[in-house]
């Protein structure tokens, strides 16, 4: 038989299905953590009588109203798919909301159990719910249940044996299910529910703290959540876990791993002696070995930076910078959870993209894992380092004002892809009430980093080692596979792959095979566009090729480039606000679910890319020389040729909105 558990956002449906499980699937404190429907056997020590039963978790709801889209996928299930049973679960310490969609369930005609959640907090609280009338009045089973404490559930599991099959009378008839009751009928019909609701709070619980009167919570909530006070204050936080992650703990724990795999390379490096093909010394050492490397170096970076935002998120701070910065983020067509993937994409943009799952609105989400790759995640540090140090004597502005620039960059392209993608009135999902502040548990913390790292590697990995040992053929072999000969670097795959491409960026300043080479090897991991530059300008001795920085003569390898600083700056924005890595592009595939998306997005981050460095090398060009750059006017055809269709794409969408507002008059 199978069991669908329901409930209010945040009540505690997915720590519960956990719990007669035995599964691991995400919770948060936050609303709108389940997203997508999750199916699991109840453990067979719970269910006597060794009966199968199968629970299914969904994605929270308030209402089983036929004009509430965001809650499809709750309501689709229970009205289609016939549960045998449902769990409703209901947060104790919040009943008058939970229970009208209680009610709404109830009329469903299949049973319903309901489980009294969180009752762990209800002494804390002084309330006390009386479970025997409430269940009277309901007219069905009502457990007190702890899914933490893993309290109730035997009970709970005992009901729900007891009831399925049968069937259900509802305590207030609202029509939930009359498909012809038109929206006013309806919402009148409702009103009604609200006040049968308060009417059952109001026999059955007896508070003795009264809900509107402020707490300590609220006066904290008044600092932290203040719209103005609240950004300043997110900023510092995040300063805070950024420095612990990238710069201490993060750095150290990936210098110990790396340290490892060096030893690694070293033992199989001799142990293969010189006679094994070059073929395959490639591939294991540079592809594999190597790829692993890659990888450990920054995964402590990323991991840390989860472990942290999970502590924060289980505190209940994450809701209240959703909230603060919804405030704002609505404004250029974000939601308030936006901010959470553009601060993990900071770390890696994988996982990054992989957190917009959580924003409910369809477009908003796309927009959100659009957009994020455009933060400078931890694999561009190196290129960024390199320019730097290489073309701009270290100057600590290069590294900052590239985050900065990248904000720039994602505020004016969600106003842009608002513009070309935006349906109608905008509505706003975001009613999410804040969850209470507690101590986070360290353990819950490490679990949501190991599922989230599993997560991230499960994805990247492959790509990442694949890509990797394909790079390194590329640049070692020429057409007829021959080793390619030192200082004869133009005649390799990849210099002849990038040399019609590098036409294409005379414009931006940097028409050489060897940048676009980099640039090439860069999407397939950004972590690679240093290591290629040093191989295909024969520089490899002026850069640690374990740290991948500059170790010296940062004159020289300007003059062997051959840029100018503005070309440098050009070429590197390039790199970071260009198309991510195929990894991050598969990620973004996941999680956008079109393919129109998919395509839209790359070809808009190409074009952002282009455009923006153009302008930087062109204007920076004819200001520090009186002269504009070489290409200057085939480029200027492209960049409006871009822009030309932007603005088309966003025309064509104010005439499609224009005519259905017309339609619907
Ligand atoms: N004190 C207490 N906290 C609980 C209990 N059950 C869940 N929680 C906490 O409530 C929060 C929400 O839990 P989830 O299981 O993610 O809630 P959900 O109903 O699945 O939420 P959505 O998927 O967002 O709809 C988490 O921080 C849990 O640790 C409980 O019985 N007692
Ligand atoms: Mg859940």
Redesign the pocket.
């Known amino acids: 038989m199978r069991i669908a558990l329901t409930?209010?956002?945040?009540?505690?449906?997915?720590?519960?299905?956990?719990a007669i499980t035995g599964k691991v699937e995400?919770?948060?404190?936050?609303?709108?953590?389940?997203?997508e429907k999750k199916e699991g056997d109840v453990k067979k020590d719970l269910v006597a009588s060794g009966m199968h039963i199968r629970a299914v978790?969904l994605?929270?709801?308030y209402s089983m109203s036929p004009y509430s889209s965001e809650e499809s996928i709750t309501s689709n299930f229970v009205k289609n798919e016939n549960p045998d049973a449902i769990i409703n679960?209901v947060d104790a310490t919040n009943l008058n909301r939970s229970l009208l969609l209680t009610t709404q369930l109830m009329e469903l005609n299949i049973p319903v159990v309901v489980a009294l959640?969180?009752?762990?907090?209800l002494r804390k609280k002084e309330i006390e719910i009386d479970t025997r009338e409430l269940s009277k009045m309901l007219g069905c089973p009502v457990v007190e249940?702890?899914?933490?404490?893993g309290t109730g559930l035997m009970e709970l599991m005992e009901h729900v044996k007891n009831v399925s099959g049968k069937g259900q009378t509802a305590p207030f008839e609202g029509g939930i299910t009359d498909e012809s009751m038109n929206k006013d009928a309806f919402e009148a019909r409702e009103r009604e529910r609200y006040a049968f609701v308060d009417h059952l709070v109001k026999i059955t619980e007896n508070r003795k703290v009264e809900s509107n009167r402020l707490t300590k919570q609220d006066t904290f909530d008044r600092i932290i959540a203040h719209k103005v006070w609240g950004i300043p204050i997110f900023a510092a936080v995040i300063y805070l876990v950024f420095s612990i992650s990238q710069n201490y703990l993060g750095p150290f724990l990936a210098d110990f791993f790396v340290g490892w795999i060096d030893g690694l390379y070293a033992l199989v490096e001799g142990w293969m002696g010189e006679q094994v093909s070059p073929l395959l010394r490639t591939l294991l050492l540079d592809g594999i070995i190597g790829g692993v490397g890659a990888l450990v170096g920054f995964l402590p970076l990323i991991m840390v930076l989860f472990f942290f935002l999970a502590l924060l998120e289980?505190s209940g701070y994450m809701a209240r910078v959703a909230v603060v910065m919804d405030r704002h983020l609505k404004k250029v067509g974000l939601s308030g959870k936006s901010i959470i993937p553009m601060v993990i994409g900071t770390g890696c943009a994988i996982p990054g993209i992989m957190a917009t799952r959580t924003i409910r609105d369809e477009r908003q989400r796309r927009t959100t894992a659009m957009l994020t790759p455009f933060m400078p995640c931890g694999a561009k540090l190196p290129v960024i380092a390199l320019f730097s140090g290489v073309f701009f004597k270290n100057a600590a502005w290069i590294g900052t004002s590239m985050y900065f620039i990248g904000i720039a960059i994602i505020i004016v392209s969600a106003l842009i892809v608002r513009k070309i993608t935006k349906v109608g009135p905008e509505r706003s999902y975001f009613i999410m009430e804040l969850?209470e502040y507690?101590w986070p548990?360290v353990k819950?913390a490490f679990f949501s980093m190991m599922s989230r790292a599993k997560e991230f590697l499960t994805k990247a990995a492959t790509i990442i080692l694949i890509s990797n040992v394909t790079v390194q053929i590329m640049q070692m072999f020429t057409w007829n596979f021959q080793l390619v000969e030192e200082g004869m670097e133009s005649t390799s795959i990849l210099a002849s792959i990038a040399n019609p491409i590098a036409f294409l960026l005379i414009p931006l300043g940097f028409g050489a095979w060897q940048l676009a080479a980099a640039a090439i090897t860069g999407f397939i991991a950004k972590e690679n566009v240093v290591g290629t530059l040093a191989v295909v300008y024969g520089i490899s001795n002026f850069i640690d090729p374990e740290e991948l920085v500059l170790v010296s003569g940062a004159n020289d390898v300007a003059s062997v480039m051959g840029l100018t600083s503005v070309a440098a700056l050009s070429y590197l924005m390039f790199n970071l606000f260009s198309p991510p890595c195929f990894a991050a592009i598969g990620a973004m595939n996941a999680e956008m679910g079109s393919k129109k998306w998919l395509w839209g997005g790359i070809g808009f981050q190409l074009g952002m890319g282009y455009t923006v460095s153009y302008f930087v090398y062109q204007i920076g060009t004819r200001i520090t020389t009186g002269a504009f750059g070489e290409g200057a006017l085939p480029g200027l055809m492209a960049v409006a040729l871009i822009v030309g269709f932007i603005i088309y794409l966003m025309q064509r969408n104010e005439e499609k909105m224009y005519q259905t507002a017309k339609e619907m008059i």
Do not use: C, E, H, Y
């Open positions: 409930g209010n956002p945040n009540s505690g449906k997915t720590t519960l299905f956990n995400k919770v948060g404190n936050w609303a709108g953590v389940t997203v978790d994605p929270g709801a679960i959640n969180k009752s762990d907090l249940t702890s899914s933490v404490k289980d969850p507690r548990s819950r």
